[in-house]
């Protein structure tokens, strides 16, 4: 069995794809979120303002978030991450405002920032914290996380995260991306069998998707080596 090459470009692409990935569906959410308010029917005074309370730091951490939220769009991560001036940063934001849906929308926006700036550490550190109700958004931490533990060359651990992202997501065309993502670290590590294995269950289960389109061109790659 011949060995795939891997190099510098092939870690550079995977980074760049999945950081683009991960950008695109943080974009499209977070405006659903942010300054979502919560929405109950309350009885009882200690629970009026308790849900008060609640409701006041969600807008507040939506207006932080508000005003951040060109930079980290504009790959300024070094401001996304850290403020300036009077104008918090992710950082702080996902730290004072810890439970609210903005302030959990500032955590995982924090940890792809961290990743595009090449602090994989901290990044898939900030990735394991995150905890949000969405699932796509969920699942999409899971995906940081393995795109972390690639950058690493642990190619075990990000098959794994990818595939628990994979049955996080709901939407169809996460679910066959991140399963191509895990069979690529298959390739990675080698198991071209596993890989070829993976690919061609994804072609079968999620036919005209781009999860469908990798996996097959992977197939080409790897055929010769099988």
């Not at 969405?134 to 940081?144: F, V, W």
Request: charged content about 20%; overall charge neutral.
């Amino acid at each position: 069995m011949n060995e795939i090459q891997t190099g510098a470009p092939a870690q550079n692409n995977e980074k760049l794809e999945l950081a683009d990935h991960l950008l695109y569906i943080l974009i499209k959410y977070r405006n659903a979120l942010i300054g979502a308010l919560v929405l109950l029917v309350c009885i009882g005074g200690g629970v009026f303002f308790w849900i008060q309370n609640q409701q006041n730091r969600e807008n507040e951490a939506a207006l932080q978030l508000s005003k951040v939220a060109p930079f980290y769009d504009h790959k300024e991560f070094g401001i996304a991450i850290n403020g300036q001036g009077k104008m918090a940063g992710l950082k702080k934001i996902a730290d004072d405002y810890a439970g609210t849906s903005s302030g959990n929308m500032a955590s995982l926006m924090l940890a792809n920032a961290y990743y595009l700036n090449g602090n994989i550490d901290t990044a898939l550190n900030v990735f394991k914290t995150v905890s949000i109700d969405n699932k796509d958004l969920a699942a999409a931490a899971l995906a940081g996380s393995g795109a972390c533990y690639f950058e690493k060359k642990q190619y075990a651990e990000a098959g794994k995260a990818y595939d628990e992202a994979s049955k996080k997501a709901e939407t169809t065309a996460l679910k066959s991306l991140y399963l191509a993502k895990e069979a690529n670290c298959f390739r990675q590590a080698n198991q071209l069998a596993k890989a070829a294995e993976l690919d061609r269950k994804i072609i079968a289960d999620y036919p005209l998707s781009q999860g469908a389109a990798i996996a097959q061109q992977t197939l080409w790659q790897i055929s010769g080596n099988l």
